[in-house]
């Protein structure tokens, strides 16, 4: 069997390996016995609209990201793996208003308004999700805006996002379809963060429908390494 004097480390007492790069993750996956997972992460409906001039939400303000509601979903059945392949599938029919952005690990994967981006960080191909970085942004009009999906521009990754329906509100079905090279990267980031999180983050201006969002269903499968 080959080595890989930097692929991991094993701490005394502990089976985790310590990984140097995405690229180990790959090396790991391919030397290591797989095994298949399925896993679900529920995002509940938000209906209430913003919560205007409460915690980091501002006053409300047309065309400028003033308000957001978020939610990060911890995957508790991958925090001891390292991922080698991943699929994931949504709940059909996703409807939100006015933007929104999907999160791994705080890396952005997709989002409708990809105009923005310049404005948040950086990590690898992904910007970094901090919403001290976009409040008090004006966001681009509806006929200036790009969606984005981490890893298109390679050719690594797919994406559907919904369809713009008026007034600030998009319905449809979400997709997000990553090569490896992006689930090595995923599966990196996740290894140095504790474990996979899923974040939903849906942002608004002034409308009384801002901020919302119907339930979204987040189904996870492919295979790890479990340790």
Known sequence: MRTFPLLFLLV???????FEAPA??????????LQVFDTTVTFAASSSGCAWDSGDNVAPAEGVYTAHVESVQPVA???DAAICTLDMDFSPGF??????FLTWNDAVLLTNQGGVLDNLGTWERYPLWAWDDLVEFAFPGPFNQQTFCAGADAELAECAIP???GGGGWTGDLAYE???AVVNELAWRAIQLGGPAIGLVVT???DDTDCTHTEL?????GTAVFY
Do not use: I, K, M
């Open 12 to 18: 005394a007492g502990c089976a985790a390996p310590t």
């Open 24 to 33: 180990d993750v790959a090396a790991y996956c391919a030397e290591e016995g």
């Open 77 to 79: 059945d991958l925090v």
């Open 95 to 100: 409807e939100f208003d006015d933007d929104l």
């Open 163 to 165: 369809r713009a329906t």
């Open 178 to 180: 990553p090569e490896g």
């Open 204 to 206: 608004g201006d002034n």
């Open 217 to 221: 269903e987040v189904e996870l499968t």
